[in-house]
């Protein structure tokens, strides 16, 4: 008898990626709209991907099953 195969968070695969490493990086927050209020600092530093924390992969490793 086999275990069933866990099933994949689909809106989690759409929003975080893997690294080479198994890191796991995502968009900066806050970067969408009302960029007039910004600084442009601000939003230069919000351009990109970030890698997330120890304890959010931790969180994420039970919605990414095959991912994290």
């Known amino acids: 008898m086999t ?3 866990m099933k994949t ?3 989690a695969a759409k929003r975080f990626k893997r690294t080479g490493t198994g890191k796991l990086r995502s968009y900066h927050a806050f ?7 910004k600084t442009a600092k601000r939003k230069r530093r919000l ?3 970030f890698i997330l924390s120890p304890g959010d992969m931790a ?3 039970s919605l990414l099953p095959y991912k994290a």
């Open 31 to 37: 970067s969408s709209h009302k960029l007039e209020s």
């Open 3 to 5: 275990l069933p195969k």
């Open 47 to 49: 351009r990109g991907t």
């Open 59 to 61: 969180r994420l490793r």
């Open 9 to 11: 968070h689909r809106a």
